[in-house]
């Protein structure tokens, strides 16, 4: 990395370009305009340098934190720094935040479907912040030489396309799921009228609803869908042995999940693929699977996709074989990318160690921000910088199961219980920690 001493003035602002609005990008945001604001990072309070040790973990859909990380400075956060001018730019899909571990109960909860999509206009923490501002859009095309990005603005904004420069970007695209994995829309009108019709297919008939797949995302649709509809059958089918068997989990957390959702009212197939789904006259389905069995259902919900990396705006040396980031320790982009030290990423899109969770997306957002802020003190001041380094993580992970949970977390230690729940995810599927842990700002009714 260079030290040339850059103007640094109202005239002349740091332009930092984040893509991507959910818990990495906003975490990115938020710290980034603190610290250039000469304040602490409002993440700072929270992290005691001591590596993995932190807040609860969940998986990507799911929990708080469970860090992973050290500070290359011991863990000795600055609580106010010199003033840098910086105008960030945060452009997302969505024309909101919307809560994305929610999504089980998303799609069995009318009320919670309206609590879990915030708009950005509605975020109190950014209508208070000066050097921030939000693009409802799509990031199309990035070129690393000349430091530019062509932004496509989502249809209800217009569509047009612009190029913009950049002095620093930060990547938190995150990965592209399946309906009904998470909802499609871009705003939110759209998203209720497309969440609406399946929670109503799910709450009415006499034959109830089948989920299929096994994985955390199935889970917690059955356990969320039976917390919400205790009077629906719900049926858990799953081609393997065991619940989990994609995630490098052991085999006693997949028992107790399979004994807590048994004990919650879910009926629990195992090692029954889905091979069609076949339409009644009566409005029901009938479901057959591989093994000869069949059942009927009401609806069936199939929830397994393949996530993928929404990165194909990037240059291909950025990315590895399924196109994922390649980060180095710093979260900064791998070397043989051109100004590969003014980019930075972080959450589901890079290539890391662990499970994926929004605990971990949040955590690389905040040391995206501290990265870039050191960077842009070297720029200004000439001064040294001390970039957190994440360290490698361990397979950790919080399931929601209804009026209970499971963790399992760094260590092998597994736990369970409502007193679970109530750590890892409250009462409204971890909505108001998350909004606690981003920094979002003073909300009301924030819980179901």
Not at 47 to 63: A, E, L, T, V, W
Not at 180 to 201: C, F
Request: proline share 5%; charged share 20%; hydrophobic share 40%.
């Amino acid at each position: 990395m260079g030290s040339t001493l850059r103007t640094n003035d109202a005239s002349a602002p740091f332009k930092v370009l984040i893509v991507g609005g959910s818990y990495s990008g906003l975490a990115a945001a938020f710290n980034l305009s603190d610290l250039c604001l000469g304040k602490a990072a409002r993440a700072a309070a929270g992290y005691d340098g001591q590596g993995g040790k932190g807040s609860p973990g969940g998986r990507g859909r799911r929990g708080g934190g469970g860090r992973g990380g050290r500070g290359g400075n011991g863990g000795r956060f600055a609580t106010e720094t010199e003033p840098i001018h910086a105008e960030i730019t945060l452009v997302d899909e969505r024309d909101g935040f919307y809560h994305v571990i929610g999504s089980p109960l998303v799609f069995a909860d009318k009320a919670y479907a309206d609590k879990a999509w915030v708009p950005y206009k509605e975020i109190p923490a950014l209508q208070a912040s000066p050097n921030i501002k939000t693009v409802h859009g799509s990031v199309t095309s990035v070129d690393m030489a000349s430091k530019t990005a062509v932004i496509t603005a989502a249809a209800a904004a217009g569509g047009a396309a612009s190029t913009v420069e950049f002095d620093f970007i930060i990547v938190t695209a995150g990965l592209r799921r399946a309906f009904p994995v998470v909802p499609q829309s871009a705003d939110k009108v759209a998203y209720l009228k497309e969440v609406t019709p399946h929670i109503e297919a799910v709450s009415t008939g006499k034959d109830g609803v089948l989920v299929v797949g096994g994985g955390a995302v199935g889970i917690e649709m059955a356990a969320e869908l039976k917390l919400a509809q205790p009077h629906v059958k719900v049926t858990l089918a799953h081609s393997r042995n065991r619940l989990l068997s994609s995630e490098p989990l052991p085999d006693n957390l997949a028992e107790k999940t399979l004994e807590i959702l048994k004990e919650n009212g879910v009926e629990v197939l195992l090692e029954h693929r889905l091979q069609e789904t076949r339409e009644l006259d009566s409005g029901s389905k009938e479901v057959v699977f591989t093994n000869g069995h069949t059942l009927r259902a009401d609806a069936v919900v199939v929830a397994i996709s393949k996530s993928t990396p929404s990165t194909s705006f990037l240059p291909a040396e950025a990315l590895d074989e399924e196109g994922l980031i390649k980060i180095q320790p710093n979260l900064f982009f791998p070397r043989e990318v051109p100004n590969w030290d003014c980019a930075l990423a972080g959450g589901d899109i890079v290539q890391w160690s662990g499970i994926k969770r929004c605990g971990r997306a949040m955590h690389h957002g905040y040391f995206s921000a501290r990265n870039a802020h050191e960077r842009m003190r070297e720029l200004t001041f000439g001064a040294t910088p001390q970039y957190q380094i994440l360290q490698p993580v361990v397979p950790m992970i919080a399931i929601a199961l209804g009026p209970s949970a499971l963790a399992y977390q760094t260590g092998g230690d597994l736990s369970y219980g409502k007193d679970v729940a109530e750590r890892f995810f409250n009462d409204d599927v971890g909505f108001e920690i998350c909004w606690r842990i981003i920094g979002l700002g003073a909300k009301t009714e924030a819980k179901v």
